[in-house]
T-cell receptor
Framework: DAMVIQNPRYQVTQFGKPVTLSCSQT?????MYWYQQKSSQAPKLLFH???????NEADTPDNFQSRRPNTSFCFLDIRSPGLGDAAMYLC???????????????FGPGTRLTVL | RKEVEQDPGPFNVPEGATVAFNCTYS??????FFWYRQDCRKEPKLLMS?????NEDGRFTAQLNRASQYISLLIRDSKLSDSATYLC??????????WGAGTKLIIKP
């Protein structure tokens, strides 16, 4: 089945210790997104790739970086995690960014990050 | 005013009842609209797109009211398994994706 896969599902790191979260997709979608979601809050878009074109949200801290080496994979690097970065990190894909159904997003199961 | 607003709930509804909730948005030029369902500690899953003409899928009906700038979700004959948080998502005229914080629905037997 075509899907969005995230690894690991749970990640524990120490304050300030870099961590990398990974996402892969078999949907062959053009767009990949990284979201941060905290309890009872809306998913917060960190950045997205349209193909290789990287788009950073204005309020995404520099502490968060991303790489998309090919269509299938996308990585989220947190250079120096703080306690406030503990959250669920969701990867999503969509076929395109045009109006309509192409914007429907398909999410991976998420990585729950704990910062000690 | 937030760009997208949802009543956080929870809506406590008896099984079999009909329930409806709205999502209001501030940017009149917003385009694509969607409803997602999110179970506790899980990822959001697409429930349905919201077209200008409305959209119906079984017990679920979504409507778009551009004049009043809101979308709605109606659930008929609610099931215990409908208990979840329902998130709205829209794309504005600048292709920015904006999410609501969700409405929590609890269906009681």
């Amino acid at each position: 089945d075509a899907m969005v896969i995230q690894n690991p599902r749970y990640q524990v790191t120490q304050f300030g210790k870099p961590v990398t979260l990974s996402c892969s997709q078999t949907l062959n979608h053009n767009v990949m997104y990284w979201y941060q979601q905290k309890s009872s809050q809306a998913p917060k878009l960190l950045f997205h790739y349209y193909d290789k074109d990287f788009n950073n949200e204005a309020d995404t801290p520099d502490n968060f970086q991303s790489r998309r080496p090919n269509t299938s994979f996308c990585f989220l690097d947190i250079r120096s995690p703080g306690l406030g970065d503990a959250a669920m990190y969701l990867c999503a894909t969509s076929r395109d960014l045009r109006e309509g159904q192409d914007n429907e997003q398909f999410f991976g199961p998420g990585t729950r990050l704990t910062v000690l | 005013r937030k760009e997208v607003e949802q009543d956080p709930g929870p809506f406590n509804v008896p099984e079999g009842a009909t329930v409806a909730f709205n999502c209001t948005y501030s940017n009149s030029a917003s385009q694509s609209f969607f409803w997602y369902r999110q179970d506790c500690r899980k990822e959001p899953k697409l429930l349905m797109s919201v077209y200008s003409s409305g959209n119906e899928d079984g017990r679920f009906t979504a409507q778009l009211n551009r004049a009043s700038q809101y979308i709605s979700l109606l659930i008929r004959d609610s099931k215990l398994s409908d208990s979840a948080t329902y998130l709205c998502d829209l794309m504005d005229s600048n292709y920015q994706l904006i999410w609501g914080a969700g409405t929590k629905l609890i269906i009681k037997p």
